[in-house]
């Protein structure tokens, strides 16, 4: 038999696994599902067809990418529990509401009118159709609200206080336990990804589609609506990054020293290090590359601020750094980047070639899936910062876990693994491949009919369309979409 | 046995209405994935398909509000009852995923149609089988120390748990086969029919043994069903579930349309009120009670506002949305 720390390890090494995967669906469905709503309202308002047929093309790979996020998500609840009983029943009088109301708020509002979102245009009135995808959309965004309320309580809890036999009770009103000191600063910084992240995918897209087809109008349509929200939403999310870390800064000191490679204080100015490999065993950063006082400015607005390292931190609540280091260089470095391409944008804008820079559409292509990356590049910095804790300061991480036999867990661990890279590999490659057809006039919806699978939109190019001849084709649908610049 | 109105006592009443709830709506909609094999290939799966594509997402929901539920209402509850049945639990989980995205994947890909069939059923019979035997694995008891599972990994496999499994398939695929009665037309109606038949005496027969062994299962429970004076507030039960039984019977050999999915329901109601009565008030068999592991006050009552405010909502636009797609499916087909 396997020792427990064994067990401890594979726990944590499955909640990682599952949580990353889960969370690729909601960072893009969250952008998506708004996405399609502003379609639609434009559609509505306007009667253009080119905004039908992008809310058809990306409702069938909305579709997708929400049952993967729902059953996905499934895991998520009831992980908890099997993997982190104790966690579960020290923290649930707290926690438990919050996710309690994640249910009854938002995962049915989703699940309620989804149905009706996705097969329900011919069924209901236009306007009542909206308010379905509308609910959805609002939906998708009240679930992000509670659950990072709860990983925000987890990160910098307050309000409580502990009971005789263990458990965290709740002494505070609920409104400063849902709004705890870091919940503000990480409900804007990940809601704001999220979009960003469906910005560049659907960016990517419609890149994609123009250096095939420079004219294609639902293109350019998707890539400009994409940019724009690059040029413009790239630089509100730097400045809530800073905020949300320098409110990191003040509630959780550690975290920020992991993130910037602080292994040592420093009395008059700390230095930003570009590069460097960390070293927990020596507490030193080796091979350290640095802009000297950069860090101090940045955390302090003062070139001569002092900052103090890991070496004021007790070795058992030190963080590891490496991942927090290194994931926290990558999600900057992505949203530097996703800045450029805005900037890009707005100049090609300026010189009236946006449709035709193929080297923008190349760029916009590479950075189609960069938004991912960078979500999951910020939640390790969050989540391997707030270590050695679960509940920072309060419930140490080793001691959260269920007490369940190594070979458990390593059993599970593995069935999980086999089954979401495969389930959610092919499930992505359908995404792709409906990626690759060209946006069109007369775009399908999801259809089902009892036929079968008419849900083919795409595989049938454009030209062999017949809208007339298409149930989900409206009257006015027949007017060209000559929109989209 | 008496019932205290306090907050706990109507926690347990929630949770127990949530996977009330989760067990008949996610139970028909399994139930058609675990007979999904015996319907045509073509028109006739794709219309039991279509029959329950616009609202298994809604159905699925339940279980998470009796996940979410139970974690908030009975935190001790959830930290043992999960890791008492781990593996059933991730077989479960895995199980909804596999049926789960089949929903999706069987529409995009005409080639490998017949495999996302396959893990739809698959899926849907591990998830039905697997939340069977945690029933029966909570009914048989669950040894709890210093308030943590103090079993092995193993003890929720047992003749009984397997019995409980079973009942549970077999009963989903009642609900699923009378739901098909409703939806859909012809032969495939003439069909879910035989097949709502075959389940029917199935799900009774199991019903059946799963409550004789219960009685072998635990004194107490054969207290509870065969002495005085309990036995004048449990007696109705097995009575009125044998009217219902006979009734259910009746509109399938009548070829009612949509009354033996609601008499399909009404035996679930009554086989559950059963399974409430035999381990009240206990949460976790046979010694942790449900104000042993309960939330504070506080959290409960927090909650419970929550529920006041969003459920009577949550009831109308799920009602609407199965408005929308009521009737048969029909040819029309959803757009």
Redesign the interface.
């Known amino acids: 038999m396997l020792e427990n720390a064994d067990a401890l390890l594979l726990a944590r090494i499955q909640f990682a696994f599952t949580v990353s995967f889960h969370f690729i669906f909601p960072a893009f469905s969250i952008g998506l599902a708004s996405f399609l709503a502003v379609l639609e309202a434009l559609w509505l308002k306007t009667g253009k067809q080119v905004y039908q047929d992008l809310f058809k093309y990306w409702l069938k790979i909305f579709?997708?990418a929400?049952?993967?996020g729902?059953?996905?998500?499934?895991?998520m609840?009831?992980q908890?529990?099997?993997?982190w009983?104790?966690f579960?029943?020290?923290?649930?009088?707290?926690?438990?509401?919050l996710?309690?109301?994640?249910?009854?708020?938002a995962?049915?509002?989703?699940?309620?009118?989804?149905?009706?979102m996705?097969?329900?245009?011919?069924?209901?009135g236009k306007g009542l159709h909206f308010t379905a995808t509308f609910?959805v959309a609002l939906g998708t965004f009240i679930s992000a609200f509670w659950i990072l309320s709860v990983n925000s309580w987890m990160q910098t809890p307050v309000g409580w206080t502990e009971?005789a036999?263990?458990?965290l009770?709740?002494e505070a009103d609920?409104f400063d336990i849902v709004f705890n000191p870091s919940f503000p600063y990480r409900l804007v910084h990940t809601v704001i990804a999220a979009y960003l992240t469906t910005a560049f995918v659907v960016g990517g897209v419609g890149a994609w589609h123009l250096l095939k087809d420079r004219t294609n109008q639902h293109a350019r349509k998707m890539f400009s609506m994409a940019m724009w929200m690059a040029a413009l939403v790239a630089p509100v999310q730097i400045f809530a990054g800073d905020m949300h870390g320098l409110n990191t800064l003040e509630h959780q000191p550690a975290k920020v020293m992991a993130m910037e490679g602080h292994y040592e204080s420093y009395p008059d100015g700390a230095p930003l290090y570009i590069f460097g490999i960390p070293n927990d065993e020596e507490q030193r950063l080796d091979y350290a590359v640095g802009i000297p006082k950069l860090s101090s400015l940045i955390l302090k607005h003062d070139l001569d601020a002092q900052l103090e390292g890991l070496d004021t931190i007790p070795d058992e609540d030190q963080p590891p750094v490496f991942l927090p280091f290194w994931a926290f260089r990558v999600m900057v470095g992505i949203g530097f980047l996703m800045l450029g391409i805005g900037a890009w944008s707005l100049l090609a804008r300026a010189r009236k070639k946006l449709y035709d820079w193929s080297w923008l559409h190349k760029a916009a292509v590479v950075m189609g899936p960069s938004g991912f990356v960078a979500v999951i590049a910020g939640w390790i910095t969050t989540e391997v910062g707030r270590q050695p804790w679960t509940v920072y300061g309060v419930l140490r991480t080793a001691d959260s876990a269920?007490?369940?036999?190594a070979p458990?867990v390593a059993?599970?661990l593995i069935?999980?693994v086999i089954?979401y890279f495969a389930?959610f590999g092919?499930?992505t490659w359908?995404i792709l491949?409906?990626m690759s057809h060209p946006p069109h006039l007369g775009e399908k919806?999801?259809?089902?009919?009892?036929?079968?699978?008419?849900?083919?939109a795409g595989i049938t190019p454009g030209p062999t369309q017949n809208p007339g001849h298409d149930?989900?084709v409206l009257p006015e649908s027949k007017e060209e979409a000559t929109d989209g610049r | 046995m008496g019932v205290d109105f306090d907050l706990t006592t109507i926690w347990a009443f929630i949770i127990a209405f949530a996977v009330f709830a989760y067990v008949v709506m996610d139970g028909f909609d399994l139930g058609i994935g675990i007979l999904f094999p015996t319907f045509q290939p073509g028109q006739e799966r794709d219309q039991a398909m279509n029959s329950i594509a616009p609202v298994w997402d809604g159905n699925e929901t339940w279980l998470v509000l009796g996940g979410g539920g139970l974690f908030a209402a009975f935190p001790l509850a959830y930290a043992v009852i999960l890791p008492a049945t781990y593996p059933l639990v991730i077989a479960m989980l895995l199980g909804l995923v596999f049926r789960g995205v089949a929903f999706e994947f069987r529409w995009r890909d005409k080639a490998h149609e017949k495999f996302w069939d396959i893990s739809f059923t698959a899926g849907s019979f591990v998830a039905a089988m697997a939340q069977g035997m945690i029933l029966g694995a909570l009914l048989q008891g669950i040894e709890v120390q210093d308030r943590a599972y103090a079993g092995s990994w193993w003890d929720w496999l047992t003749p009984y748990t397997l019995l409980t499994g079973v009942g549970t398939v077999a009963g989903y695929a009642l609900l699923g086969a009378t739901w098909l009665i409703w939806k859909l037309e012809g032969a495939s109606q003439a069909h879910a029919r035989t097949l709502a038949k075959k389940a029917f005496l199935a799900t009774l027969a199991l019903m059946g043994a799963v409550s004789a062994y219960n009685l072998a299962l635990n004194p107490v429970y054969a207290d509870r069903w065969l002495s005085a004076p309990e036995i004048y507030l449990t007696a109705w039960v097995p009575i009125v579930t044998g009217i219902i039984a006979l009734s259910l019977l009746g509109a399938l050999r009548k070829e009612r349309n949509s009354k033996p999915f609601w008499l399909s329901i009404a035996l679930f109601f009554l086989g559950m009120a059963g399974l409430g009565a035999t381990i009240w008030p206990n949460v976790i068999p046979p010694d942790v009670t449900i104000w042993e592991a309960a939330a504070p006050e506080k959290s409960q009552a927090f909650m419970l506002i929550g529920v006041a405010i969003t459920m009577p909502l949550i009831l109308a636009y799920t009602g609407w949305a199965y408005w929308v797609f009521r009737g048969k499916v029909g040819t029309e087909g959803y757009h």
């Open positions: 579709a997708i929400f049952a993967m729902v059953v996905s998500g499934i895991v609840s009831y908890f529990g099997t993997n009983a104790v579960s029943d020290k923290t649930g009088p707290i926690l438990g509401p996710m309690a109301y994640e249910v009854l708020t995962f049915f509002l989703e699940a309620g009118f989804l149905g009706v996705l097969f329900g245009m011919n069924r209901v609910m009971a036999n263990g458990q009770l709740p609920w269920s007490p369940l036999d458990a059993m599970s069935a999980f089954v389930v092919v499930g359908y491949r409906l919806g999801v259809k089902r009919t009892e036929k079968g699978p008419v849900r083919t149930p989900d």
